[in-house]
C-alpha cells in the first residue's frame, strides 16, 4: 500500500502563488504516472496536471503556462507550482498515482491506483 500526503493548500488572493507538495511512502514502486487532480462540490474530479515516469508532463488547458508539475524522487515527492492564481482554481486539491503512464494526456479518476486525502485552496479575490 502507497500512501499519499499532501501539504500546502490554504487561502491566497487572486493572483498569487501556492506551491502543493505529496509526500509518497514507496515512491519508486511502480508507478507510471504522477499527478494532480481537483474537485469542487458538486463536480468530478478532474486531472489538471500529470508526470509520466520518463518526465513528460501535460496540463488541462485551464491550468496550462500557470501551473508547473515536478518531482523530486531522492525525496519521494510531488510537486504542484501553482501561480496567477485565480478565484476558479479553489478546489480540494488531490495526489494521484498511476500504473498508467500519461504521455501526452490527462488521466481519468478511473485510472488512478492510489489517491492522496487532499489539500484545500481557497482563492479569494
Known amino acids: 500500500q502507497v500512501q499519499l500526503v499532501e501539504s500546502g493548500g490554504g487561502p491566497v488572493q487572486s493572483g498569487g502563488s501556492l506551491r502543493l507538495s505529496c509526500a509518497a511512502s514507496a515512491y519508486s514502486y511502480s508507478s507510471n504516472c504522477m499527478a494532480w487532480f481537483r474537485q469542487v462540490p458538486g463536480k468530478e474530479r478532474e486531472g489538471i496536471a500529470g508526470?509520466?515516469?520518463?518526465?513528460?508532463?501535460f496540463y488541462a488547458d485551464s491550468v496550462k503556462w500557470r501551473f508547473t508539475i515536478s518531482q523530486d524522487n531522492a525525496k519521494n515527492t510531488l510537486y504542484l507550482e501553482m501561480n496567477l492564481l485565480k478565484s476558479d482554481d479553489t478546489a480540494m486539491y488531490y495526489c494521484?498515482?498511476?500504473?498508467?503512464?500519461?504521455?501526452?494526456?490527462?488521466?481519468?479518476?478511473?485510472?488512478?491506483?492510489?489517491w492522496g486525502q487532499g489539500t484545500q485552496v481557497t482563492v479569494s479575490s
Open positions: 494521484a498515482s498511476s500504473r498508467i503512464r500519461c504521455v501526452g494526456r490527462l488521466l481519468k479518476p478511473a485510472d488512478i491506483t492510489y
Open positions: 508526470i509520466d515516469r520518463d518526465g513528460w508532463t
